[in-house]
């Protein structure tokens, strides 16, 4: 059958946890970031975003971080749930160009 | 958001064949992009699609593979031509609507080639 996911890194937490999710880009000209969460036989789900010029963003239950100075990007998600389990995947762009993809992480919330 | 309808949803083909996948937006958008999503891993892009001129393909993608189409600003297709089983991934259709941020993505095309 399909191995989806057993490629990539793995968070598991209990439920009621903070998780926080972790990505690297190598393009320092980017200046738009996404994060995306993917469940099983979907397409990416957009959850928050990002642009350069700012260094924190809070959403529901969720905050993005932007570190430029070392090209880091990483995702809250507070009291995680177990509607939560998907891949997240990082994404950036330079001028709304193309939009390029990080490795992806999956998220494990166990009840 | 832009709301997609990509078809089909998924397909099993034979070897040698070709597949065209469709992407319809309900709106005019500004640019619009394929990406393969290979079993268990992150998403790559193929091209940008260009309306009225020839695709651009990022490394490692030929159009004589995957030739694409865009015809307006509304609707997309990516042909998966002379399909080999290392072929069978998830093709994305995603879109960027002028003005907005963000970038929306179909549900994908789950391709397995026997």
């Known amino acids: 059958g399909e191995s989806v996911g057993l490629h990539l890194p793995t968070l598991s937490v209990q439920e009621g946890d903070n998780s926080i999710i972790n990505c690297a880009y190598s393009?320092?000209?980017?200046?738009?970031f996404i994060w995306y969460k993917q469940e099983s036989g979907k397409g990416p789900q957009f959850i928050i975003d990002?642009?350069?010029?700012?260094d924190k963003r809070q959403g529901q239950r969720v905050t993005v971080l932007l570190n430029k100075t070392v090209k880091h990007l990483s995702l809250q998600i507070a009291a995680t749930q177990p509607g939560d389990s998907a891949v997240y995947f990082c994404?950036?762009?330079?001028?709304?160009?193309?939009?390029?993809f990080g490795t992806g992480t999956r998220l494990l919330v166990s009840p | 958001s832009a709301v997609i309808s990509q078809k089909p949803s998924r397909d099993i083909c034979q070897r040698g064949t070709s597949l065209t996948i469709q992407c319809q937006v309900d709106?005019?958008?500004?640019?619009m992009f394929w990406y393969r999503q290979q079993p268990g891993q992150s998403l790559t892009l193929i091209a940008t699609?260009?309306?009225?001129?020839?695709?651009?393909?990022e490394s490692g993608f030929v159009i004589d593979k995957f030739p694409i189409s865009r015809p307006n600003l509304t609707f997309s297709t990516l042909t998966v031509s002379n399909m080999s089983p290392e072929d069978s991934s998830i093709y994305l259709c995603?879109?960027?609507?002028?003005?907005?941020?963000?970038?929306?993505f179909g549900s994908g095309t789950r391709l397995t080639v026997v």
């Open positions: 995603s879109v960027r609507a002028q003005g907005a941020d963000g970038y929306t």
């Open positions: 990002i642009r350069s010029n700012m």
């Open positions: 699609a260009n309306q009225g001129s020839e695709a651009t393909y």
């Open positions: 994404a950036g762009a330079t001028g709304f160009q193309k939009l390029v």
């Open positions: 393009n320092s000209a980017s200046d738009y």
């Open positions: 709106s005019q958008v500004t640019m």
